[in-house]
């Protein structure tokens, strides 16, 4: 018995030219039609069925140098993204290297028509060599959108490429503006007729034997010439002499000559074969497997698959209009003109129900293999539309772990409306697609739905259910500050669902790590996801990326910037030595976030550019704070122009449809210093009335503080604080220490502005003893000159006098003031502690952190608290400036001059 076909097969069989006939003789007056044609954009084959346009273009393209690629199209190709996918896989049978964008693009699934058309164009333009690309039964195409697709792109086709179409009837294009501009060449019916000069020789071959030019002129008469025709005419000669045929010939009619001679073919055949051919009718393509399924049951023995195997290559064999479409000749299809003879004898002989019985034998063959979308098909046809809603259902969870979100959009769609909301998995499979829109705004009619559905359910899929639903529901609580119901349902999630569901499992050990950090139980979080990490034995895949997304989340919101750095660049490392775009699109995210808030300016802007630039690829949420960051790390170098421009690539991304967009408008006018423009849009803000989620690059709520704090005046500047107060306490009480720092900064503006210096220093103290534990730099400063007398005032405290020098310095730099005269050495001897003065000894001794902690006996964490400290003291941003700063001011001994080798 053969071995399950990968659901990859079939998709091979459209993009492998069609094996021609042996007997098929060759018409150099055809090829040079053709190649003529191909100096055109466009070659356009137009024929009814049975004018050898497939076989025309195949004997062409065996005697071409260049490469031909080869794509043929059927009935249901109508997704554009699925249509680019199979357009790119053709031309990278010829040219393996071809189209890498536009591949990436088509599988995201996410991207626009106007950008899968530009990446194409670019890609073919970069083509080495000139190809022929055929789209072979174009008519089979139905949706607008690829039409439109396919003139668009004819229209900017470069010269490193040549299409040729084959068709039943001229294609909804604009044809006539191509013949205009000298773009189109055409071959019609007329040009594919076998002439007086080829009739004889293609007759011969077909038969074998030479005919009397009497018989040959009579069928060439009666068929004018079509070579399906002549075909059929050979075919009813293997049973009858010429005379007789002559004599056939006279008593049809010429309206149907070809439904006669069809007919005459048919009943000549044993009742064997004629059984073989009607049950398999239905099928598009087929195998021998499929066929034994549809004549012997659905589970047919090694004897019965034989047994097909023989009929299959006995009708091939005989010349019964079947087409070999890969070289094992493993898949084979009829001829439309007869697949369609056979279809309606069928239906007469047979009946509709029996139609509808093949086709879901068919449709439950498929399934078995993995061939899903050919399921949905034949189980359609066949009348089961709860079966094909089954098959769907039990692949999803398979599509999930592959994050092939198009994919299961796709199934969705194909099934009737009312048989997905009746499907308690498929209500299910569509709030997924829902979650990673981030639509879940639209869930709770689903839900609803699948309140209504659950009781009539056994309690173990019920109990499934509730479970893959579960991670759905944690996130929800999440995002309404609910951390503890959010747990719970987690914790469902994670005692219900099977070990394969990987990525709803993924999911709720994100929500779970999540919400224990928001409960305070963070390096409990941490310490499972870490374990969880370990216990892995499959290698990477997208379930640990997403572990490492999980820890990520979690490093980024509680300020550990130097584990978020090294886990993000294990998570980016991973995900592209799998291609799994969507995690390297949040590693660029953690990357960026761990540089920008270090005041690593150029590396964060580099890993946001890279993340922007997966536009449609990665996850939209990422590409969205990509380009947040981005925004922001052109902000802090005053390049205003370049943020405009990407605050501009935001809106167009998204539609101009997110608040966030608009309120870093104004966070962007404010840092411009347009702040009547600001405040217009802070006095129109109003808040939401559940707090706001405080992950993302940009809170509205926030920046609507920021704007206040620094450009308000009286009133505004109590709105800040009265904004603020709700935000803190919630960013306090999910333990999320980037926003209680940049809370803590904004309230000390608001009121230091109001002439509370007291609470307002009280405040800044906050913000900076967070700061210099997390590293924080561009939260503070980001806020601008109005941390300038906050920070000078925090020199004199001891406890955060270090960190405010830094930024202190920092803030001087980036507003242009002039930097304050250097202290004299003394002052830097005297304020250099103890503890300080060794740690600087070995960092000229190029001791990493560790060795440092081992040499004093402390902590990583006291060494790097020290360091700081050390910069600040001596007005620098990194170990080899404070090295040198120090020898310049003499406080390193003739011990430490020689650092030992790296």
């Keep these: 018995m053969m071995q399950p076909f990968s659901p990859q097969a ?36 137009i024929a009814p069925a049975g004018y050898g346009k497939t076989t025309a273009v195949l004997s062409w393209a065996q005697h071409q140098a260049r490469p031909v690629g080869w794509l043929s199209l059927s009935v249901g190709d109508d997704d554009l993204s699925s249509f680019v996918r199979y357009v790119v896989a053709a031309l990278q049978r010829v040219a393996p290297d071809a189209c890498s964008a536009s591949q990436t693009l088509a599988q995201g699934g996410q991207a626009p028509a106007a950008v899968l058309l530009a990446a194409l164009v670019n890609d073919l333009s970069a083509l080495a060599q000139r190809i022929v690309l055929v789209l072979d039964d174009y008519d089979s195409v139905a949706a607008s959108a690829v039409h439109e697709f396919v003139a668009a792109l004819l229209d900017a086709l470069p010269p490193t490429i040549r299409l040729i179409m084959t068709c039943r009837a001229s ?97 000549r055949q044993s009742e064997a074969v004629q059984h073989f051919l009607l049950t398999t009718s239905i099928l598009d393509r087929f195998c021998a497997p499929l066929c034994a399924a549809l004549l012997n049951g659905e589970v047919a023995s090694d004897a019965a698959e034989q047994a097909a195997r023989r009929l299959l290559d006995a009708v091939t064999a005989a010349g019964l209009f079947v087409t070999l479409l890969d070289e094992a000749g493993e898949w084979r299809r009829y001829h439309p003109l007869f697949a369609e003879l056979l279809r309606l004898r069928l239906l007469h002989l047979y009946g509709a129900e029996r139609v509808a019985e093949l086709h879901c034998a068919a449709g439950r063959w498929f399934a078995r293999q993995g061939l899903v979308e ?207 775009f969507l995690g390297e699109g949040w590693a660029r995210v953690f990357l960026g976030h761990a540089a920008y808030e270090t005041n690593n300016l150029v590396e964060a802007e580099a890993h946001y550019t890279a993340g922007a630039s997966m536009i449609y690829v990665a996850h939209a949420a990422a590409v969205r704070e990509c380009l947040f960051g981005l925004t922001l790390a052109q902000m802090a170098q005053c390049r205003f122009d370049a943020a405009a421009a990407t605050v501009a690539q935001l809106r167009e991304f998204r539609g101009g449809l997110d608040a966030e967009i608009d309120s870093f408008a104004a966070r962007l006018a404010l840092a411009q210093g347009d702040h009547a423009a600001a405040l217009r849009w802070a006095d129109g803000f109003r808040p939401n009335a559940t707090p706001p989620f405080l992950y993302w690059q940009e809170i509205p709520a926030l920046t609507a ?34 926003r ?133 003291k001596l007005g620098v941003n990194d170990r080899r400036a404070a090295v040198e700063r120090a020898r310049q001011l003499g406080l390193l001994k003739d011990d430490a001059q020689n650092p030992r080798s790296a």
């Design 10 to 45: 079939l998709l091979q069989t459209r993009l492998h030219p069609p094996l021609l006939a042996t007997d098929v003789t060759p018409r150099p007056r055809l090829d040079a039609l053709i190649q003529r044609g191909i100096e055109r954009k466009l070659l356009l084959v």
């Design 171 to 267: 294609p909804p294009l604009p044809l006539a503006r191509w013949r205009g501009r000298g773009e189109l060449a055409e071959i019609r019916a007329a040009d594919l007729r076998s002439d007086e000069s080829e009739t004889p020789a293609i007759l011969s071959a077909m038969i074998g034997a030479s005919l009397a030019p009497a018989v040959v002129d009579a069928i060439q008469t009666r068929t004018e010439g079509w070579v399906t025709g002549l075909r059929l005419a050979a075919l009813s000669m293997q049973r009858q002499d010429p005379a007789q045929l002559l004599t056939t010939l006279e008593q049809a009619g010429s309206a149907n000559i070809r439904d006669y001679l069809l007919d005459e073919v048919l009943h």
């Design 374 to 580: 050919e399921a949905i098909h034949h189980l359609l046809a066949g009348g089961d539309a709860g079966a094909a809603a089954d098959v769907v259902a039990a692949h999803f969870q398979a599509v999930l772990n592959r994050e092939e979100w198009p994919q299961l959009e796709r199934w969705l769609t194909l099934l009737p409306e009312a048989v997905v909301m009746k499907h308690p998995m498929l209500v299910l499979a569509r709030g997924w697609c829902l979650q990673f829109h981030f639509a879940l705004a639209a869930l709770p009619p689903l839900l609803v739905q699948l309140d209504a559905l659950l009781p009539a359910l056994d309690p173990a899929t019920a109990a499934l259910i509730a479970g893959r639903l579960a991670p759905l529901l944690a996130q929800v609580s999440v995002l309404r500050g609910e951390a503890a119901v959010a747990l719970a349902q987690t914790e469902i999630a994670l005692k219900q669902t099977p070990a394969a569901d990987r990525y709803i499992r993924s999911l709720a050990v994100f929500h779970h790590a999540l919400a224990l950090h928001m409960l305070g139980r963070g390096e409990e979080a941490e310490a499972w996801l870490i374990d969880l990490l370990r216990a892995e034995r499959r290698g990477v895949d997208a379930f640990t990326v997403r572990l490492q997304f999980a820890l990520c989340s979690n490093y980024r919101i509680s300020g550990e910037l130097e584990k978020l750095r090294t886990t993000a660049g294990r998570m980016l490392a991973d995900a592209q030595a799998k291609r799994l």
């Design 705 to 738: 503080v920021r704007v206040l704090a620094i450009a308000g005046q009286g009133e505004a500047l109590h709105r800040a604080l009265d904004l603020l107060e709700p935000i803190a306490a919630w960013a306090e009480r999910s333990h999320n220490t980037w």
């Design 740 to 872: 209680v720092a940049e809370c803590a900064a904004l309230r000390a503006v608001a009121l230091d502005r109001l002439g509370q210096t007291q609470a307002a220093d009280e405040a800044m103290h906050t913000a900076l003893h967070i700061g210099e534990t997390a590293g924080y730099r561009r939260t503070m400063l980001d806020i601008g000159p109005h941390l300038q007398p906050l920070l000078t005032r925090q020199t004199r405290r001891g406890t955060t006098a270090a960190i405010a020098r830094l930024l202190l310095r920092a803030l001087i730099d980036e507003t242009g003031q002039k930097t304050p005269p250097a202290q004299p050495t003394d002052e830097y001897v005297e304020s250099l502690t103890a503890r300080e003065q060794e740690v600087l000894v070995l960092l000229a001794r190029r001791y990493a952190n560790k060795e440092i902690a081992q040499e004093l006996f402390i902590t990583t964490n006291t060494v790097k608290r020290h360091t700081l400290q050390i910069f600040a």
